[in-house]
């Protein structure tokens, strides 16, 4: 009898044993958004559940209250870390949380930023964003057919490279006076008569475009930091009685403010992005990670693709019912 308990024992402790061993080998990894409700990020929530599920890794997520919300960020970071993340994937709010990169990569995590640069991060995995400009830059210019442009812009906010590399990308591509992608700058030659900050908002892109228009009422090229701002700016346009007259551009690859929109001729192109792949791509570096102790480095490209309702010939575009099968959002 004593045996055989003794056995049971045994046993008992080697299945606890192996339980313990199963979830220590567990990759834990952290996901941190800017918020939890814009479509993008809510994608991006998606690709990393669903690359987690994939993988057998444990994914921990959280968000800022809203976009700057630097101190949720260093919470939400701090906490991971101590629940036993190895990997914090992150869309940056701010440069107030670099001091807390370095501080937990100095602890053995890797952080891989997504979306958008932030200083000390291991890795980007991001939309080639000054590219994304430029197509759309490139398109406008087509279309326009040799017309002289006056261009008005519905920009992000000062400073923000995100922002600075879709705005100075445009240019470059319509071929006008700009500046590289290093720049966190927003240049303007003297065809754009006209810069708003939007914040990506579509009202603050409608106010925007209602004064710029007071500004110069023949503007008839609009470029925007995203597909709400774009919105924004066509019903101001609508309300002016000028929509038929300007060639409105955005970026992001949403279903229903950007592919939708295209399909409406509210906006005559969009660069399409792809948060879902960044996050499943940050999910799989967290994981390798986990097994070799390499860290990522460097930027990877997560792509882009023109979206048209009208193509041109000599640039490449996809039309609006491949990217039905690709987009994102409501």
């Known amino acids: 009898m004593k045996k055989s308990t003794t056995l049971a024992l045994t046993a008992i402790a080697f299945a606890a044993s192996a339980a313990t061993s199963a979830f220590a080998a567990e990759p834990v990894i952290g996901l941190i958004t800017k918020t939890e409700s814009n479509p993008f990020f809510v994608k991006m929530k998606e690709g990393a559940e669903a690359e987690a599920k994939k993988l057998g890794a444990k994914l921990l997520s959280a968000a800022g209250k809203q976009d700057g919300d630097t101190a949720g960020q260093i919470a939400a970071m701090e906490n991971m870390v101590a629940a036993g993340a190895k990997t914090i994937l992150i869309t940056s709010s701010g440069d107030a949380i670099v001091p807390t990169i370095k501080k937990i990569k100095a602890q053995g995590v890797q952080v891989i930023a997504l979306d958008s640069p932030v200083d000390e991060a291991d890795a980007l995995f991001a939309t080639n ?143 399409m992005q792809y948060p879902l792949k960044m996050a499943a791509m940050g999910v799989a570096a967290g994981v390798k990670y986990a097994k070799d102790g390499k860290r990522q480095t460097g930027y990877t490209d997560t792509g882009v693709d023109l979206v048209v309702g009208k193509p041109v010939a000599g640039i490449k575009s996809i039309d609006t019912k491949t990217a039905r099968g690709q987009c994102w959002g409501d």
């Open 129 to 271: 964003n000054y590219k994304a400009g430029e197509l759309i830059g490139a398109y406008a210019k087509a279309v326009m057919g040799g017309k002289k442009p006056v261009i008005a812009t519905m920009d992000l906010f000062p400073g923000h490279p995100v922002g600075a590399q879709r705005h100075n990308g445009f240019l470059a591509g319509y071929g006008l006076k700009t500046l590289d992608a290093k720049s966190n700058e927003l240049a303007q030659p003297a065809e754009v008569v006209c810069m708003a900050d939007s914040y990506g908002d579509a009202a603050k892109g409608q106010t925007g475009m209602e004064n710029c228009l007071q500004k110069n009422s023949n503007i008839n090229v609009v470029y925007a930091i995203n597909e709400p701002a774009a919105a924004g700016a066509y019903k101001a346009l609508k309300a002016a009685g000028k929509e038929k007259d300007v060639v409105i551009l955005g970026v992001d690859g949403m279903c229903s403010n950007g592919v939708g929109n295209v399909e409406k001729g509210v906006i005559a192109a969009t660069s």
